[in-house]
Every structure is written in C-alpha cells, then in structure tokens.
C-alpha cells in the first residue's frame, strides 16, 4: 500500500524558514510528478509547486523566489525549502505525487503538516 508522510512543519517568526519533506513508501513502480499544496484556513486548498520526475518544477506567482521544490528520485523523496516566510503562508501544506504502483496509477496525498508563520 503506498503511503506519502510528510513531516518538517511547525511554528516559525515572520521572515524565518522551515524545510518540508515528503517520502512516500509502499510497493513503487515509479512516481512521476510531484508537488505541494496548502489549504489555509477557510480558504480551499491551493497549489504552492510542482515537480517532474526529471525535475523540471512550477510555482505558484506568490511562492517564486521564496520557496524551492526539489526531489531525491533515489529516496523517493520531495523537499519544499520555505524562505522569507510570511503571516499569509500558514496552512496545512499537502504533499501530492501521481504514482506507478501495482494497482495501478493515479494520484496521491499525503496527511498533511500544519505550518504556522506569527507576525
């Protein structure tokens, strides 16, 4: 059974940084894209990045410059390096990866990691 864990969230100042990480796990033929989401709250969920297996990536206009998505295609592990945090970036952020597995392929989210940016 596939699982996506995501883990690195948590508290930080305005301006600060924090790194997130995403590793999915289970039987794995390939995992082809790869991003991060975030739902603050009262607000639907939002797309921060994207990644493809050959790591070509995609940013939402308010995250370029400030966060950085990468991926170990070894470790089967993504990466979402935050910087210059802001207030407005509190959210759960979701990890997300369209997965080959022996079931078959389609979409997968992870349980999401709750960051909290005070002013």
């Known amino acids: 059974q596939v699982q996506l864990v995501e883990s690195g969230g948590g508290l930080v100042q305005a301006g600060g940084s924090l790194r997130l990480s995403c590793t999915a796990s289970g039987s794995i033929f390939s995992i082809r894209a790869m991003g991060w989401y975030r739902q603050a709250p009262g607000k639907q969920r939002e797309l921060v990045a994207t990644i493809t297996s050959g790591g070509i990536t995609n940013y939402a206009d308010s995250m370029k410059g400030r966060f950085t998505i990468s991926r170990d295609n070894a470790k089967n592990t993504m990466y979402l390096q935050m910087n210059s945090l802001k207030p407005e970036d509190t959210g759960v952020y979701y990890c997300?990866?369209?997965?080959?597995?022996?079931?078959?392929?389609?979409?997968?989210w992870g349980q999401g990691t709750q960051v909290t940016v005070s002013s």
């Open positions: 997300n990866a369209y997965i080959n597995a022996p079931t078959g392929t389609r979409d997968y």
